[in-house]
């Protein structure tokens, strides 16, 4: 009997949808099995012996250094009779720097200790040696796998496409329905309490331009566009929140703007969220109130890279962006020149100049007297532990990063004027430490205090962590931030990437009750981490 002509087609529908299924299927499996090789013996290679623990976690016993995992591959029992040679190395160590050793302490008793405030110095934080330094660097360097980048930290797992459909198809749908779900904003829009707990939770402020920035008060230009305003003071350094992760930092006069996105929605759709509160500026007031020197981009997703905005931003800025992302910059109109491609640990100084408002000669006539200054900007890109895509052919072809920033002042009188080199520095430098979108890594985030902690700001992600069985390795929970702020050794950081858009399951205002909670019930410093207004500029 011939089969019928309907009955050809369904066969070749499910043959091809089969093929296709399985295809991914090997690709995945093939993925991830080789990844993991390489990890491994990674970490035969590269081993992150016991000084990699940071105070706090020292003085909290061994349970904390084992969730560290960089225990390990020693005895986790502290037996000091069977010290291993790394073992006593790492005891050396630790008196040498006059810390604690976790193994000679009754752990009960140290659990109930606050966390050790960081202290800067030659202490833990920054303290690595070159081989350590080398040995991080190769533990977590990026990773191509049938090329394209994955994630090198031990808590990744392969998520495939699978566990995304299984969220949004099943367990949005049947389990705890999340359809459109808005995270109950319009709920609370709705009612006059839910109206005054958004105004207090999300309050926005316009940006008080003239507090950062003199007005420049002259239509002068160059080659490279219009004349910027002057910076306030030589020695600014302050955060400015504008939404998601869209900051405008300052650090000793240089101007830093970190993912921009400016639009309603990350992408023009109904699936798309709209954001909950208004911006405290649009791109154009930016531009034309603020002189950015550099442009952080963590990595490529909708809600942190607006290709509208690249071409309006003004032609001095350099931006600093991840391995792969420059020729999509390029095709909207930033210029080769003006791109720095990172890849994790990279390092890369640049020499800027900032024009700083003159006090004594700033009332006669109208324009401001500027003087200029001269700034060492200094970048290394460091891992995160999430993934890239802006179509669904381009998935992790870019990588993504997160930054740690050194700015060192090098106002000496200028022997060679592109030369950018910390040891003319006059002063400390100020650091930052600006986290991309990550999930929690206790081994990473203490590699990166170790090898180039402390510092003197964090910006980190608060938002976007349920479900946790999906969001756990991409994004990170209020309580791992806080924990981070510990791990790289930040004096103060300032929470991002929430209440913009609802993006996940957990409610619009879960972030700052979590955070609020967190700080009361563990930390030593309610300052920590701190929840701020849209537009309101914090001086540091
Ligand atoms: C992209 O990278 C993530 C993280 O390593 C991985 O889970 C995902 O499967 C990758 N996607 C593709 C298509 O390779
Ligand atoms: C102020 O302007 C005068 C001349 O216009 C100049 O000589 C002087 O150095 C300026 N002062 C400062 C602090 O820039």
New binding site residues.
Partial sequence: MLPTKPHQIKTALVSITSLYVAGWGF??LA??TI?RRELASRKRKYPLRAPLLPPHAISAGVRVAERVGVLAHTNSKGSSSSSSPDQLEAKKILKQRGLPDASEHNEEADALSPPATPTRGPSWYGGATDSEVSRIHRRFSSLK??G????VVPE??????WEWAAWKLCYSLFYKPRIWWDGGFKADQKTHEGRQKIDMLLPVERIKWDQLFASSGTAATDSNGPTPPAVREAAQSSFTWIGQSTCLIQLEGVTILTDPVFSKQPVVSVFSPTRMRPMPCNIHELVANAAIDVVLLTHNHFDHLDIHVLPLIPKRATFIVPVGLAPLLQQYGVEATRIVELDWWQQRRLPLSIRVASKDNGSSGGDTTTIERRRCFDVTAVPA?????RTPLD??TTLWNSYAVRVYTDDQASTAPRSCSPSSAVTEPRSLFFCGDTGYSPSLFTAIGRALGPFDVACLPIGSYEPRWHMQI?HMHVTESVQVTRDIGSRRAFAMHWGTWSMSDETWDDPYWQLHKELRQTSDDPERLLAVPFGKTFWF
């Fill in positions: 690709y995945y993925q991830e990844r796998v049938l394209r980048y994955a994630n990744w797992r392969e998520q495939g496409v532990s999430h993934w890239s895509a998935t992790n991409q």
